[in-house]
Nanobody, 127 residues
Framework: QVQLVESGGGLVQPGGSLRLSCRAS????????IGWFRQIPGKEREGVSC????????YYVDSVKDRFTISRDLTKNTVYLQMNRLAPEDTAVYYC????????????????????WGQGTQVTVAS
């Protein structure tokens, strides 16, 4: 059974850090491009970061560049999103997803190109 399970969300003060995890089962992460998305109620889901299926290159949207780091541990079949210097505008439900797109196409963050999604984990940044 193909499954993605996120964890690591929670409440953090502005300027703080969190590390999200996304554990995959039923398939091998190495075969897929991996993306992190986030969504605020009433707004569209937006891409945050991704890892290329082709060469493992990483991509970030401008709003999180230099603050967030995506990584993967293939021995644990898990992808991570390290989030530093968090701000209130980072508050959202965060989702991991995988897709078969190659090269840098993951960075287009096209929702329908991602085949499998996790259930999401809430991140709240507030004092």
């Amino acid at each position: 059974q193909v499954q993605l399970v996120e964890s690591g969300g929670g409440l953090v003060q502005p300027g703080g850090s969190l590390r999200l995890s996304c554990r995959a089962s039923g398939f091998t992460l190495d075969d897929y491009a991996i993306g992190w998305f986030r969504q605020i109620p009433g707004k569209e889901r937006e891409g945050v970061s991704c890892i290329s299926r082709t060469d493992g290159s990483t991509y970030y949207v401008d709003s999180v560049k230099d603050r967030f780091t995506i990584s993967r541990d293939l021995t644990k079949n898990t992808v991570y999103l390290q989030m530093n210097r968090l701000a209130p505008e980072d508050t959202a439900v965060y989702y991991c997803a995988v897709g078969m797109m190659g090269f840098d196409y993951c960075s287009r963050f096209v929702i329908y190109e991602y085949d499998y999604w996790g259930q999401g984990t809430q991140v709240t940044v507030a004092s």
